[in-house]
């Protein structure tokens, strides 16, 4: 009996170890279903959401557009401008009541471009909201159609207004505003919902500023539309997010503090968001039912194995249930995506069964032939749509029983009239094209027309156009010209007032069919005109400048142009379009007043001159005396060596006070004898800093500041350092201790109106100082010479008279601020002198190299002096060095002397100005005789005495007379070592 119990208890065991083993592989049998079924769920939910979210984002989005091109149609429409030029209210209120398209525009108005409505579809119409105002004004701004804001109407409905210029040939622009009701149009359109859902809700949202404002009504709570906002800082909230830029499905926390499932998507050419979600709960709701289902099962299947065919076939239903209703659905979204995208094609489209009638018509169709949808179907098509012929008023054969006999796309005659239901006429095209069922026979007709009406008004509309911007040119003062970029500037177009201007009709100058316009720039200003507007385009930029013309009758006058280059998108490449205007009597004006500003700066010059004569003559009286104080003294019987050599001493200084004094005044007078030549002054600056910081002492620190990209200027260097240390002495001077000096550079533009300088590029040179600073009568003085705020202190008072003459000489202009105890600031304009010059390219042959003298005792000199007591002392100068001289005492005598000397003449050293032919000719012709002798030029003459026989070229050996003979030695030995 124990045997029995033990087999029983162990196929108890068994059994029990079996029916774990069954229960666990149910369970994970039912877990694993479990997991397949949610996925596939809330995937299929998922799809769902993105289907109808992209069919509502789609119809909003065709709403809209459909919305403006309403505006535009109606805008553009014939019948409406006649109203409105007729000024008959009641021919533009029945114009008005058709643009509602039967209701679907709560109201029709007329209104001007500063908002008062002109006229409207009923006789009392509400106020313009401020948002329908925004939109006009931007209508007006733009010429483009605009959707305004939607706004709240006193009785709570929702509004929302399309404005469109009305094109036409008005007396004053009027804008078309179609007010339409979103309550009624719109928001059923974005609530409507595919099947039955509890929880499930599309809503329109946009931003508004740090918040995104809910545009629909919702379905959950009781707000008014516009009225619910929320903050974008909700990171989980779907309407933020949507607002933000996120698209597609997302899964959040809504306006309710409900978690639900959205999709998010933006409303194409709008600022406008739809958000289709569905509560999480609802999601999973199916979800946990299923749970639910496979837990029984389960248990069933664990209780009762019986059941388990009939769970598999329950599960095999379900399976097809699922399958019918994703057909259902796909069968849903695509009749609902074949009907938004049919009513909201911005043409007419009207589509027939096989025997030619009326299946269904879209909006456009609807109001361009007078019938409605109900009304229609089923009716013949030639009872619905009448066309006749434009010419001949003949009637049409309808299109559709081509399509249906031929079963081929027609396309509908030229010149066609579309004969609407109430009368109207309509001029129609586009096609016909056959429906092919499965068994590619033609099941019906679509046929697709567009009204023509708006393009033939554009057409007139363009003309008109073009016919006002002409009579506002020819209004325009001055003469609007269009030109190409060619050598002469081949004008395309010039306004009427081109005769009064040029003494030319503008037919004569377009494609210079008689002249240039280039032709009529004075000669003397052609080049700087091109420059001018070539560096301009260069920049990108518009430019402004003065030049004269030469008109028909040989008159000249001054006129103003002001332009810029543009691109012509038809042509492919830039043209020039700008104004000239004639400025010859502001110029003459101008002119006059400089005469007496010149005259007034004379009379000042006279004064300075004056006070300068007085400093001269003191300086050389005392120079003089001592000269011959002392060549007395040394003439006297029993005078000592040692008396002599003092006296001697005393007149080699004089000496060289009285040139230095020289040297001063020509600096002042801008007489100086300088080589100019196109520099950098960042760069040579830069490699006085040092010479320049020991000028101003240690106590006193430099801050050198260098532009950027600096243009050329045309000077000497040795100018700019004598400038530069002038300066650095005067700014000592002022400062006393310690303080601090700024040099700056910079490249400037002046406009003609600057007070000081003519028009045009410079370069900017300022040094500023930290010193006591000058009051408004010592800016009046600083540049006299002579004159200096320290009296106690001698040699002084040339420091910036000089400065001012070596601007002058360079064509420049100085500026100076000032305020006692706030330092000073001077400010040198130079002109910009063109572009940097290439290196010139190396000589294909070497040039002829000439033997290097050893010694001075070995090298032979061609001395050329017209002066004899010069020549003589030259000669013995160079002779007492060591060196050969061969003296002449014009350039005759050079050149036999030349031609007779056998051997080699190592150097030309010759006076610059001299009677028959100067230096530079003399030069040039003993150059070509002898091509490896170098040359050195001297002169006593001023700078501008040189310019008359011509200015020295840069990097010219040159020797300013006086000179002593360490200065003569040492210039002779430089040219020599030189390659």
Same mark, same amino acid.
């Given at each position: 009996?124990?045997?029995?119990?033990?087999?029983?208890?162990?196929?108890?065991?068994?059994?029990?170890?079996?029916?774990?083993?069954?229960?666990?592989?149910?369970?994970?049998?039912? &877990?694993?279903?479990?997991?397949?079924?949610?996925?596939?769920?809330?995937?299929?939910?998922?799809?769902?959401?993105?289907?109808?979210?992209?069919?509502?984002?789609?119809?909003?989005?065709?709403?809209?557009?459909?919305?403006?091109?309403?505006?535009?149609?109606?805008?553009?429409?014939?019948?409406?401008?006649?109203?409105?030029?007729?000024?008959?209210?009641?021919?533009?209120?029945?114009?008005?009541?058709?643009?509602?398209?039967?209701?679907?525009?709560?109201?029709?108005?007329?209104?001007?471009?500063?908002?008062?409505?002109?006229?409207?579809?009923?006789?009392?119409?509400?106020?313009?909201?401020?948002?329908?105002?925004?939109?006009?004004?931007?209508?007006?701004?733009?010429? #483009?159609?605009?959707?305004?804001?939607?706004?709240?109407?006193?009785?709570?409905?929702?509004?929302?207004?399309?404005?469109?210029?009305?094109?036409? #040939?008005?007396?004053?622009?009027?804008?078309?505003?179609?007010?339409?009701?979103?309550?009624?149009?719109?928001?059923?359109?974005?609530?409507?919902?595919?099947?039955?859902?509890?929880?499930?809700?599309?809503?329109?949202?946009?931003?508004?500023?740090?918040?995104?404002?809910?545009?629909?009504?919702?379905?959950?709570?009781?707000?008014?539309?516009?009225?619910?906002?929320?903050?974008?800082?909700?990171?989980?909230?779907?309407?933020?997010?949507?607002?933000?830029?996120?698209?597609?499905?997302?899964?959040?926390?809504?306006?309710?503090?409900?978690?639900?499932?959205?999709?998010?998507?933006?409303?194409?050419?709008?600022?406008?968001?739809?958000?289709?979600? %569905?509560?999480?709960?609802?999601?999973?709701?199916?979800?946990?039912?299923?749970?639910?289902?496979?837990?029984?099962?389960?248990?069933?299947?664990?209780?009762?194995?019986?059941?388990?065919?009939?769970?598999?076939?329950?599960?095999?239903?379900?399976? +097809?249930?699922?399958?019918?209703?994703?057909?259902?659905?796909?069968?849903?979204?695509?009749?609902?995506?074949?009907?938004?995208?049919?009513?909201?094609?911005?043409?007419?489209?009207?589509?027939?069964?096989?025997?030619?009638?009326?299946?269904? %018509?879209?909006?456009?169709?609807?109001?361009?032939?007078?019938?409605?949808?109900?009304?229609?179907?089923?009716?013949?098509?030639?009872?619905?749509?009448?066309?006749?012929?434009?010419?001949?008023?003949?009637?049409?054969?309808?299109?559709?029983?081509?399509?249906?006999?031929?079963?081929?796309?027609?396309?509908?005659?030229?010149?066609?009239?579309?004969?609407?239901?109430?009368?109207?006429?309509?001029?129609?095209?586009?096609?016909?094209?056959?429906?092919?069922?499965?068994?590619?026979?033609?099941?019906?007709?679509?046929?697709?027309?567009?009204?023509?009406?708006?393009?033939?008004?554009?057409?007139?509309?363009?003309?008109?156009?073009?016919?006002?911007?002409?009579?506002?040119?020819?209004?325009?003062?001055?003469?609007?010209?269009?030109?190409?970029?060619?050598?002469?500037?081949?004008?395309?177009?010039?306004?009427?007032?081109?005769?009064?201007?040029?003494? /030319?009709?503008?037919?004569?100058?377009?494609?210079?069919?008689?002249?240039?316009?280039?032709?009529?720039?004075?000669?003397?200003?052609?080049?700087?005109?091109?420059?001018?507007?070539?560096?301009?385009?260069?920049?990108?930029?518009?430019?402004?400048?003065?030049?004269?013309?030469?008109?028909?009758?040989?008159?000249?006058?001054? &006129?103003?142009?002001?332009?810029?280059?543009?691109?012509?998108?038809?042509?492919?490449?830039?043209?020039?379009?700008?104004?000239?205007?004639?400025?010859?009597?502001?110029?003459?004006?101008?002119?006059?007043?400089?005469?007496?500003?010149?005259?007034?700066?004379?009379?000042?010059?006279?004064?300075?001159?004056?006070?300068?004569?007085?400093?001269?003559?003191?300086?050389?009286?005392?120079?003089?005396? &001592?000269?011959?104080?002392?060549?007395?003294?040394?003439?006297?019987?029993?005078?000592?060596?040692?008396?002599?050599?003092?006296?001697?001493?005393?007149?080699?200084?004089?000496?060289?006070?009285?040139?230095?004094?020289?040297?001063?005044?020509?600096?002042?007078?801008?007489? *100086?004898?300088?080589?100019?030549?196109?520099?950098?002054?960042?760069?040579?600056?830069?490699?006085?800093?040092?010479?320049?910081?020991?000028?101003?002492?240690?106590?006193?620190?430099?801050?050198?500041?260098?532009?950027?990209?600096?243009?050329?200027?045309?000077?000497?260097?040795?100018?700019?350092?004598?400038?530069?240390?002038?300066?650095?002495?005067?700014?000592?001077?002022? %400062?006393?201790?310690?303080?601090?000096?700024?040099?700056?550079?910079?490249?400037?533009?002046?406009?003609?109106?600057?007070?000081?300088?003519?028009?045009?590029?410079?370069?900017?040179?300022?040094?500023?100082?930290?010193?006591?600073?000058?009051?408004?009568?010592?800016?009046?003085?600083?540049?006299?010479?002579?004159?200096?705020?320290?009296?106690?202190?001698?040699?002084?008072?040339?420091?910036?008279?000089?400065?001012?003459?070596?601007?002058?000489?360079?064509?420049?202009?100085?500026?100076?601020?000032?305020?006692?105890?706030?330092?000073?600031?001077?400010?040198? /304009?130079?002109?910009?002198?063109?572009?940097?010059?290439?290196?010139?390219?190396?000589?294909?042959?070497?040039?002829?190299?000439?033997?290097?003298?050893?010694?001075?005792?070995?090298?032979?000199?061609?001395?050329?002096?017209?002066?004899?007591?010069?020549?003589?002392?030259?000669?013995? +100068?160079?002779?007492?060095?060591?060196?050969? &001289?061969?003296?002449?005492?014009?350039?005759?005598?050079?050149?036999?002397?030349?031609?007779?000397?056998?051997?080699?003449?190592?150097?030309?050293?010759?006076?610059?100005?001299?009677?028959? %032919?100067?230096?530079?000719?003399?030069?040039?012709?003993?150059?070509?005789?002898?091509?490896?002798?170098?040359?050195?030029?001297?002169?006593?003459?001023?700078?501008?005495?040189?310019? *008359?026989?011509?200015?020295?070229?840069?990097?010219?050996?040159?020797?300013?007379?006086?000179?002593?003979?360490?200065?003569?030695?040492?210039?002779?030995?430089?040219?020599?070592?030189?390659?």
């Amino acid at each position: 009996m124990s045997d029995g119990l033990a087999i029983s208890r162990k196929h108890q065991y068994l059994w029990m170890a079996s029916f774990i083993v069954a229960a666990c592989v149910m369970l994970m049998l039912g &877990v694993l279903v479990y997991q397949t079924d949610r996925v596939q769920i809330l995937k299929s939910r998922t799809q769902e959401l993105t289907a109808i979210g992209t069919l509502k984002a789609g119809e909003i989005a065709d709403w809209r557009r459909e919305r403006l091109a309403d505006a535009i149609r109606f805008a553009r429409g014939p019948t409406l401008i006649r109203a409105i030029e007729r000024d008959n209210l009641a021919d533009l209120r029945l114009m008005l009541s058709v643009n509602r398209k039967g209701g679907i525009y709560a109201d029709a108005l007329l209104v001007a471009a500063d908002g008062k409505i002109l006229g409207s579809a009923l006789e009392s119409p509400l106020p313009l909201p401020a948002t329908t105002r925004r939109a006009i004004a931007q209508t007006v701004a733009t010429r #483009a159609p605009t959707l305004s804001d939607f706004y709240e109407q006193v009785d709570g409905s929702v509004h929302i207004d399309v404005a469109a210029a009305v094109s036409g #040939a008005t007396k004053e622009l009027c804008v078309l505003v179609l007010r339409c009701d979103a309550t009624q149009r719109l928001h059923p359109l974005i609530q409507a919902w595919p099947g039955s859902s509890p929880s499930s809700e599309s809503v329109l949202v946009r931003r508004d500023g740090e918040h995104v404002v809910y545009l629909s009504r919702l379905r959950h709570q009781s707000h008014k539309t516009m009225v619910l906002k929320q903050p974008l800082a909700r990171v989980n909230l779907p309407a933020a997010l949507a607002v933000k830029g996120r698209q597609g499905i997302v899964s959040g926390i809504d306006y309710r503090g409900v978690r639900v499932l959205a999709d998010l998507r933006a409303i194409p050419e709008s600022d406008w968001f739809m958000i289709t979600k %569905m509560d999480a709960v609802e999601l999973v709701g199916s979800v946990r039912e299923r749970a639910l289902t496979i837990a029984g099962m389960v248990l069933l299947g664990i209780l009762l194995a019986a059941f388990a065919t009939a769970l598999g076939f329950r599960h095999r239903q379900a399976g +097809l249930y699922r399958t019918l209703y994703h057909a259902q659905r796909d069968q849903f979204t695509a009749t609902a995506k074949y009907r938004a995208i049919l009513y909201s094609i911005g043409d007419a489209v009207i589509t027939t069964d096989s025997e030619g009638r009326v299946v269904q %018509m879209n909006p456009v169709a609807e109001t361009l032939t007078g019938w409605r949808e109900a009304d229609a179907q089923g009716q013949l098509l030639e009872t619905v749509f009448r066309i006749i012929s434009e010419t001949t008023r003949e009637e049409i054969a309808s299109p559709v029983r081509r399509v249906l006999s031929d079963g081929k796309v027609t396309a509908l005659v030229n010149h066609t009239l579309l004969l609407a239901r109430d009368g109207k006429e309509y001029p129609i095209a586009d096609s016909a094209a056959p429906v092919i069922d499965d068994q590619h026979a033609v099941a019906g007709v679509v046929l697709v027309f567009k009204d023509q009406t708006a393009e033939r008004a554009a057409e007139k509309a363009v003309l008109a156009s073009e016919q006002q911007l002409k009579t506002l040119i020819d209004n325009v003062p001055g003469v609007v010209f269009r030109c190409g970029l060619d050598t002469y500037w081949t004008m395309q177009y010039l306004s009427t007032n081109c005769r009064s201007l040029t003494g /030319y009709d503008a037919e004569d100058l377009i494609d210079n069919r008689q002249r240039s316009y280039y032709d009529l720039i004075h000669p003397d200003d052609r080049q700087t005109v091109w420059d001018t507007i070539t560096a301009a385009i260069k920049r990108g930029e518009s430019y402004t400048l003065e030049y004269r013309l030469v008109t028909a009758d040989g008159t000249v006058k001054w &006129v103003w142009e002001r332009g810029c280059a543009i691109g012509d998108p038809a042509l492919g490449k830039q043209m020039l379009e700008g104004v000239i205007h004639d400025v010859t009597a502001r110029r003459l004006a101008a002119e006059q007043q400089a005469e007496l500003d010149e005259q007034i700066q004379q009379t000042q010059r006279l004064e300075a001159l004056g006070r300068m004569a007085g400093g001269v003559a003191h300086d050389f009286n005392n120079t003089l005396t &001592v000269i011959i104080g002392n060549a007395e003294l040394i003439r006297e019987p029993g005078t000592t060596d040692e008396e002599r050599e003092a006296s001697l001493t005393a007149i080699l200084k004089a000496g060289q006070h009285a040139a230095t004094l020289v040297k001063r005044l020509l600096g002042f007078a801008a007489r *100086q004898t300088s080589l100019p030549r196109s520099i950098d002054l960042n760069h040579t600056i830069s490699n006085m800093t040092e010479p320049l910081q020991q000028a101003l002492g240690p106590k006193i620190q430099l801050a050198w500041r260098p532009g950027e990209v600096l243009w050329p200027v045309l000077i000497d260097p040795d100018q700019v350092t004598q400038v530069l240390i002038n300066f650095a002495d005067n700014a000592r001077d002022a %400062m006393r201790g310690e303080g601090t000096v700024t040099v700056e550079t910079a490249n400037v533009h002046l406009d003609g109106d600057n007070g000081f300088a003519p028009a045009g590029d410079y370069v900017r040179l300022s040094f500023r100082d930290t010193g006591c600073g000058m009051d408004t009568v010592t800016q009046t003085k600083i540049f006299d010479p002579f004159y200096s705020t320290k009296p106690d202190t001698p040699d002084t008072g040339m420091g910036l008279a000089i400065v001012y003459g070596i601007v002058k000489q360079n064509r420049g202009f100085i500026r100076v601020s000032s305020q006692p105890g706030d330092g000073s600031c001077f400010a040198l /304009y130079l002109p910009r002198h063109g572009q940097p010059e290439p290196a010139p390219a190396a000589p294909a042959t070497p040039p002829p190299v000439a033997a290097p003298p050893a010694t001075p005792a070995g090298t032979t000199i061609l001395l050329v002096e017209d002066e004899p007591a010069l020549l003589s002392l030259a000669r013995r +100068l160079l002779a007492g060095m060591g060196y050969t &001289v061969l003296a002449a005492q014009d350039p005759t005598e050079a050149l036999r002397l030349a031609r007779s000397h056998p051997d080699i003449i190592h150097l030309l050293l010759t006076d610059l100005i001299m009677p028959a %032919m100067n230096g530079s000719t003399l030069w040039d012709t003993l150059a070509r005789e002898r091509p490896s002798m170098k040359r050195l030029f001297m002169s006593g003459f001023t700078a501008d005495v040189i310019a *008359q026989h011509g200015v020295l070229p840069a990097h010219t050996p040159f020797l300013q007379k006086p000179f002593t003979r360490e200065q003569l030695g040492a210039k002779v030995r430089e040219v020599l070592e030189a390659e």
